[in-house]
């Protein structure tokens, strides 16, 4: 069965450094892969999302995140974090049936001053 | 822009009501969906529906139903809630085609069962 690991509940980072979030997956074919971001009390944004082709995927407010099959990995990445990026965040794999999402535990992120 | 509304956000009931979410979406997608969102387990499916009068069982439907009368609305209701089915809850839709899309989802409702 498809699943979605995000080993770290909390990550806190200082505004302005770099920022990786890890998601791995288990999925025997080719994975439709996304990040979503949730601000407090709202609902879910796609971030990003990969389907194929090019395995460095670029999104919104300037995320990207890195396919690698060998790994079974799909984590986000941010040069430059701030402090309005403080938020939770959800890797999801696409599951068997066409457009249902399995998502992960979350990751929530603080961005310390 | 793609809306998905949910129009309850709030909402505080008792043991053994009967609680209906509704949620609209305006893009004449296909495929609508419910999850439940609660610390450390993330999104779970409880429903979803491809078409109108269609509806599947996810991963946690057990204690809820749905309706889908109309392609635009689709209808979570909890017969008799419980204490346990506190949580946000929410709803998401995508449209058909030949290629993955993505998925849009509502604000969420905060349901508080006391």
């Known amino acids: 069965a498809q699943s979605v690991t995000q080993p770290d509940i909390h990550i806190t980072v200082s505004e302005g450094a770099s920022l990786e979030l890890r998601c791995n997956y288990s999925?025997?074919?080719?994975?439709?892969l996304f990040w979503y971001v949730q601000s407090p009390g709202q609902g879910l944004q796609l971030l990003l999302k990969y389907f194929s082709g090019d395995t460095l995927v670029q999104g919104i407010k300037g995320f990207e995140a890195e396919f690698k099959r060998s790994q079974s990995s799909f984590n986000l990445r941010k040069p430059s974090v701030h402090w309005s990026d403080a938020a939770e965040y959800f890797c999801?794999?696409?599951?068997?049936?066409?457009?249902?999402?399995?998502f992960g535990s979350g990751t929530r992120l603080l961005v310390r001053p | 822009d793609v809306k998905v509304t949910q129009s309850s956000r709030y909402l505080v009931k008792r043991t053994g009501e009967k609680v209906f979410l509704e949620c609209v979406q305006d893009m004449d997608h296909e495929n609508m969906f419910w999850y439940r969102q609660d610390p450390g387990l993330g999104l779970r499916l409880i429903y979803f529906s491809y078409d109108v009068k269609m509806k599947e069982k996810g991963d946690i439907p057990e204690g809820y139903s749905v309706s889908r009368e109309k392609k635009e609305r689709f209808s979570l209701i909890l017969e008799s809630a419980s204490t346990n089915q506190t949580s946000m809850y929410l709803c998401?839709?995508?449209?058909?085609?030949?290629?993955?899309?993505?998925?849009?989802f509502g604000e969420g409702s905060w349901l508080t069962v006391v």
């Open positions: 999801a794999v696409e599951g068997d049936s066409s457009y249902k999402l399995i």
């Open positions: 999925y025997g074919a080719t994975p439709y």
């Open positions: 998401a839709s995508t449209i058909t085609t030949g290629e993955r899309n993505t998925i849009y």
